[in-house]
Nanobody, 119 residues
Framework: QVQLVESGGGLVQAGGSLRLSCAAS????????MGWFRRAPGKGREFVAS????????YYADSVKGRFTISRDSAKNTVYLQMNSLKSGDTAVYYC????????????WGQGTQVTVSS
């Protein structure tokens, strides 16, 4: 069992920046990778970025490449999402998710944190 808690969301103007945090606890030794997803109003879930705990490999959606950066702090079991050059299209609830070493699928999810970008 893994618990995930996101923080750092808020209201920013277009072109501004925010840094989201995701703190993991519980059976974190079973974690393979961590990912960020988002859900905009009236839309489905969208993949944003992910990072592998062992190798640190990162992956990004084309829509955020060059603007968002995912990073990790293994000592704190925490993953971050630095978001720069924010656009109104980035407005969404952002969720942190955990992928286990057994399933390689996202089995655990945080409660989400709201990011609102004013145009």
């Amino acid at each position: 069992q893994v618990q995930l808690v996101e923080s750092g969301g808020g209201l920013v103007q277009a072109g501004g920046s925010l840094r989201l945090s995701c703190a993991a606890s519980g059976r974190t030794f079973r974690s393979w990778s961590m990912g960020w997803f988002r859900r905009a109003p009236g839309k489905g879930r969208e993949f944003v970025a992910s990072i592998n705990w062992s190798g640190g490999n990162t992956y990004y959606a084309d829509s955020v490449k060059g603007r968002f950066t995912i990073s990790r702090d293994s000592a704190k079991n925490t993953v971050y999402l630095q978001m720069n050059s924010l656009k109104s299209g980035d407005t969404a609830v952002y969720y942190c998710a955990d992928s286990s070493v057994s399933t390689k699928s996202y089995d655990y999810w945080g409660q989400g944190t709201q990011v609102t970008v004013s145009s």
